[in-house]
């Protein structure tokens, strides 16, 4: 079970993280939600058609009924295997299915659950997965036992490195200059001030360079109208509208992150998005140099140089863009580093035998 059903568009990491896993099981067959009278997405995987809604970023009342009722009614499967950040209406319908009917369960923690909640609590399964350093002592620290507890990387599938044609032409495409360095915020809006500390960074450093900075931000909440429109306010008191491209959700996402010369992301919350943000692997192994935030999970990802992990904060950011900006070759080392690294530790078929092994432990 995942808090909304797993279809197109791929554009949710826990949607993508059961795509993944379940197209590169070897020796067990899943069975994924899809939303009633849609076609099945995935070759080789067998659907049950359960949500009615669109699902978007939070399952409705009712689908979360639906969800239950499909559980209660289950006969055909040996594990159910959840996937959501910790939250307490999902895991009332997964705490209720386990209690009324036993099976063995799996609880992947997608992201890390709100400040001030009761993590223990809202943890029922078997075993819980989760996908950072950071989540797993957050998890231990909340009283979840050692041997209930797994960690194991999400599952990203490889993505074509670009050649300087193909980027050149993405630019073309999406109305970006071929000839000024481009940086791209691929974050949200509503709920970490990351988005307003790299507009200030650009009117500090970057736009002084002759920079192009993107905001490619999905709307999750009714709350990133507002928060657009007091940000686009900003970039006018800053002087940067003209070198500020607010492109919002886009199909191109890829094609966007290859063809940036530095992507930053660097959130000092990451609620709401996975721990290890999709976005950022995606960069990484497009060869892009990525800059995350210290002090979150997404540090993990700057090991063995493999992307930038900085404080976050206005002038923190600002210097290290900067510095990247004047040295094409460390972006480049960084980003050869980043697709080595990427490749070895989210490659699906590695993380899908993490969880077959896991399934077996729990069947045996």
């Known amino acids: 079970m995942v808090s909304k059903p797993v279809v197109p568009p791929w554009n949710d990491s826990s949607k993508n993280l ?3 896993l379940a197209t590169h099981f070897a020796r067990h067959r899943a069975t994924i939600m899809i939303r009633r009278g849609e076609a099945a997405p995935l070759v080789g995987v067998a659907h049950s058609a359960v949500y009615a809604g669109a699902g978007h970023f939070s399952p409705a009342l009712a689908d979360n009924a639906r969800v239950l009722l499909r559980l209660l009614a289950d006969r055909g499967h040996d594990l159910w295997h959840f996937f959501f950040a910790p939250n307490r209406r999902s895991s009332s319908v997964g705490r209720a299915c386990a209690r009324a009917r036993r099976r063995p369960s799996v609880q992947t923690v997608c992201s890390a659950p709100a400040a001030g909640v009761d993590v ?4 029922f ?3 819980t997965v989760v996908l950072s350093q950071h ?6 620290a909340a009283g979840v036992p050692r041997e209930r507890v797994r960690r194991i990387a999400p599952a990203v599938h490889a993505l074509p490195v670009p050649d300087a044609a193909r980027r050149a032409a993405a630019r073309q495409r999406l109305g970006l200059a071929l000839d000024r360095p481009v940086i791209v915020y691929p974050g949200d809006l509503e709920y970490s001030s990351a988005a307003e500390r790299v507009l200030r960074a650009h009117a500090a450093r970057w736009q002084r360079r002759g920079a192009v900075l993107v905001l ?3 709307a999750k909440t009714a709350a990133a109208s507002e928060r657009e429109r007091a940000l686009r306010a900003l970039a006018g008191q800053l002087g940067v509208t003209g070198d500020v491209v607010w492109l919002g959700e886009t199909r191109e996402i890829h094609a966007l992150l290859g063809a940036a010369d530095v992507v930053v992301l660097p959130a000092e919350t990451l609620y709401a998005k996975m721990d290890l943000p999709l ?3 995606e960069a990484m192994l497009l060869e892009r140099c990525a800059l995350v935030a210290a002090g979150t999970p997404a540090a993990e990802l700057a090991v063995d140089d493999a992307a930038l992990a900085v404080t976050p904060e206005v002038d923190a950011i600002a210097e290290a863009v ?6 094409d070759a460390r972006r480049a080392a960084i980003g050869r580093a980043a697709r080595a690294h990427a490749l070895a530790r989210f490659a699906p078929t590695r993380v899908a035998a993490e ?3 896991l399934y077996d432990e729990l069947l045996s």
């Open 120 to 123: 223990q609590k809202l943890l």
């Open 135 to 140: 989540s797993e002592a957050l998890v231990l």
């Open 216 to 218: 490619a931000c999905r």
């Open 322 to 327: 900067s510095s990247l900006l004047e040295d």
């Open 18 to 20: 059961v795509r993944d």
């Open 125 to 127: 399964a078997d075993r």
């Open 279 to 281: 976005v950022v692997i």
């Open 355 to 357: 969880y077959e092994s």
